[in-house]
């Protein structure tokens, strides 16, 4: 049985992906700085291991076939990024495992390409999208060099999973229980969404077709590319009713933003809301199949349903 060690396993897409592979049938050994883990994820072994202590986290992996990275700090602790990402090479190398990794749009700066390829070039406008640069130049090195071989799967905002802390719980879908849906930018502009159980379907897909894959690979996930009316529809039809549509109040942040350094960093990234985007692949159907790609009806109502917002009928019957 193919072991698989999921760091960041109480984390938001963690906790997916480590159910998902689960119920794929791998070993999954779930990693966390505690050594707890959700209940959700029995059949799990659970691990303690920091992202920041390499050797403990050598430790933590050792044995494993696939090391999946999802250690992702709070937006105000974005300086730890890339020590972490040196430790899981370090994990990888010492343990001879396969990287599978997340990636996000930060890379491309603004002004935002509206369409982007897995050919697009970087050209990071803010400290984040440096980051993110310079963590997937590191993959890249490490691949090149024969040491780790990485499968970075890029994607949009998240979507689905218990949890919080992306931008369709906090923003979003805060206020649906009161009847208030609220647009975190121009309410018709494409932005690009990737409902977690999708992304993390298609993770599994990439591990089961390594063959198809070489030394380092960066990857599309072509998630729901959709405006805010369209998500508005949709939760309106999860909901059963009308949804009162407002606005992100972006002045109070940016007036608040010399002040309050969570709010400095989300006004930071607030081109991100008022650029169009989507991602498309011209690679990915062929490696996995059928890219998992819930309706967006579905998806909503099973999001909310997570967010224990109550839905007409609950995410089974939401089909």
């Known amino acids: 049985m193919t072991k698989i060690a999921i760091l960041g396993a ?16 791998y070993e999954v050994r779930a990693i966390t700085r505690s050594g707890k883990i959700a209940a959700e994820l029995t059949g799990a072994i659970a691990v303690a291991g920091d992202g920041l202590d390499r050797e403990a986290l050598i430790r ?23 020590p972490m990402a040196e430790n899981v090479m370090a994990a990888c190398r010492a343990n ?12 491309y ?46 994607a949009g905002d998240f979507f689905g999973g218990t949890g919080s802390g992306a931008w369709f719980d906090l923003i979003v879908a805060a206020k649906m229980d009161k009847g208030v849906y609220t647009a975190p930018g121009p309410v018709d502009l494409v932005h690009e969404w990737a409902y977690l159980p999708d992304l993390a379907k298609a993770f599994v897909g990439l591990a089961e077709n390594l063959d198809k894959l070489g030394s380092y690979e960066a990857l599309n ?7 805010d009316l369209e998500i508005k529809a949709a939760a309106e039809k999860a909901l059963g009713r009308t949804l009162k549509l407002t606005s992100m109040p972006w002045w109070v942040l940016r007036a608040g933003s010399p002040f309050v350094a969570m709010w400095r960093e989300i006004v930071s990234m607030s081109y991100l ?5 989507r991602l498309v692949s011209a690679r ?4 996995i199949g059928t890219i998992p ?16 917002v109550a839905t007409i009928d609950g995410v089974s019957k939401a089909a």
């Open 293 to 308: 790609h819930t309706p967006l009806h579905t998806a909503v109502a099973g999001a909310l349903d997570d967010l224990s």
């Open 221 to 227: 996930f072509t998630g729901h590319a959709v405006t």
């Open 109 to 154: 700066g603004s002004p935002m390409p509206e369409v982007i390829t897995e050919d697009t070039p970087f050209h990071p406008t803010t400290e984040k999208g440096r980051i993110r640069v310079a963590m997937e130049d590191l993959f890249r090195r490490e691949a090149e060099a024969g040491r780790v071989r990485t499968i970075l799967l890029r």
């Open 10 to 25: 109480n984390g938001r897409l963690g906790r997916v992906v480590a159910k998902t592979f689960i119920d794929a049938g």
């Open 60 to 82: 933590a992996t050792e044995g494993v076939d696939i090391i999946f990275n999802g250690l992702n700090p709070i937006y105000t602790d974005w300086g730890k990024c890339l």
């Open 284 to 287: 990915l159907e062929g490696i």
């Open 96 to 107: 001879d495992a396969l990287h599978l990794a997340p990636g996000n749009v930060y890379n």
């Open 273 to 277: 809301r008022f650029e169009p985007h």
